[in-house]
């Protein structure tokens, strides 16, 4: 049974960090992606960031790149997004997930199959 467990979502100002983990267990990682997406009421769930467990490869949304950084341990089942200089428009529910993704569609929330049950991150101005 696959099961992602999300940890470490909060409020924070403008121009703060924050951490965000998910725990995996029971998910094959050979070829496999697991990474995270965020949703705001009324709009659809954006692809934020995800790594490729075989190659270590990752993917940004062009609205987070360069603020934060996702990586993976060396059992490739924790996934940590680190989110730094972090902006109200950033504030939403962040949901790890995880499957056997095409890569060239890494942001399309069908391409997974687990999801965990969400992570509300909060950052005022």
């Known amino acids: 049974q696959v099961q992602l467990v999300e940890s470490g979502g909060g409020s924070v100002q403008a121009g703060g960090s924050l951490r965000l983990s998910c725990v995996a267990s029971?998910?094959?990682?050979?070829?496999?992606?697991m990474g995270w997406f965020r949703q705001v009421p009324g709009k659809e769930r954006e692809g934020v960031a995800v790594?490729?467990?075989?190659?270590?490869?990752?993917y940004y949304a062009d609205s987070v790149k360069g603020r934060f950084t996702i990586s993976q341990d060396h059992h490739k089942t924790t996934v940590t997004l680190q989110m730094n200089s972090l902006k109200p428009e950033d504030s939403a529910m962040y949901y790890c997930?995880?499957?056997?993704?095409?890569?060239?569609?890494?942001?399309?929330?069908?391409?997974?199959?687990?999801w965990g049950q969400g992570t509300q991150v909060t950052v005022s101005s």
């Open positions: 997930a995880g499957g056997m993704v095409n890569g060239a569609a890494w942001y399309d929330e069908r391409e997974y199959r687990y």
């Open positions: 029971g998910l094959p990682y050979v070829r496999n992606y």
């Open positions: 790594i490729s467990a075989g190659t270590g490869s990752t």
